[in-house]
């Protein structure tokens, strides 16, 4: 019960790792707020969970606006903030000759903007009672080139920064509001699923194809699973990691730090194009 009497807030929480954080963070104890843009299947969960559910487009001011309103008047303060909303973009039109523009657009506004306006807001808020924990989804793709996900990669590595830059910013405020970066790997989700399926149709292979060559990247030799990203989350979020920011931590099974490892054959012989991005 490590989050005992704190206000959580996490964005995209309606599947996948956001449900997965969420209940972490219930589960030691928290107060747990959740919002996303499917407000069916976020209501649904809030009956089953116990969780408050708001619907929120994390790139408009107005929703952030909205969303820290009612907190404000619900709770009275917000202990920590989630950013995890996200979005992909194409896996078949990815590369730098074929990414449009209005895709590339699309997915820094989701990853980018939302995670900027969602520290502004939590700083204003969390700024009351001078602490907090923000948290912010990236991903390995900001640790390493994505050439078949130029858009993706590049937007988390722009996460990554304004990590930094955010924990920098408080520390100068002299606000004991930390902020940290989360980087997860191959996590077999749904939306892991559907992405290696356009792959998968794109190359003429099958998904299990794809699933195999992307495990065999991984030196601990299985995927991530969701739990695996909110256990690392609970940690940033806890007064455990009370003089911790700015830093990043990388949960992907040794992807990206290990280097003790081989490809497969038919990697090497061009099945798959680069490695899927997580979740």
Request: overall charge neutral; glycine content about 10%.
């Amino acid at each position: 019960m490590r989050l005992e009497n704190k206000v959580a807030l996490v964005t995209g929480g309606a599947a996948g790792l956001g449900l997965a954080i969420a209940l972490r963070l219930q589960a030691e104890g928290a107060s747990v707020i959740v919002t996303d843009l499917e407000a069916a299947r976020g209501g649904a969960l809030s009956a089953e969970h116990g969780f408050t559910f708001l619907e929120q487009d994390v790139t408009s001011e107005r929703d952030w606006a909205r969303v820290t309103a009612h907190i404000e008047g619900s709770r009275g303060r917000l202990d920590i903030l989630v950013n995890n909303a996200g979005y992909v973009g194409s896996h078949t039109r990815g590369n730098p000759e074929t990414t449009a523009i209005d895709d590339l657009r699309k997915v820094f506004g989701v990853n980018v903007e939302g995670t900027m306006l969602g520290c502004r807001a939590g700083i204003r808020i969390m700024r009351r009672n001078g602490t907090g924990s923000i948290i912010n989804i990236a991903s390995v793709a900001s640790e390493t080139a994505t050439p078949f996900l130029l858009s993706y990669g590049a937007a988390k590595a722009a996460i990554r920064q304004m990590t930094k830059s955010i924990a920098q910013y408080c520390c100068e405020q002299g606000l004991q509001i930390r902020c940290n970066s989360v980087h997860p790997g191959n996590v077999r989700t749904a939306m892991w699923d559907r992405n290696a399926s356009e792959i998968a149709t794109a190359r003429g292979v099958s998904l299990e194809d794809i699933a195999t060559d992307t495990l065999v990247r991984i030196p601990m030799g299985r995927f991530q699973t969701p739990e695996d990203i909110a256990a690392a989350v609970a940690f940033f979020a806890s007064d455990d990691a009370r003089h911790i920011t700015g830093t990043k931590m990388i949960v992907d099974g040794g992807r990206t730090d290990c280097d003790s490892y081989h490809l497969s054959g038919r990697f090497r012989q061009g099945l798959l194009a680069s490695p899927l991005s997580p979740r």
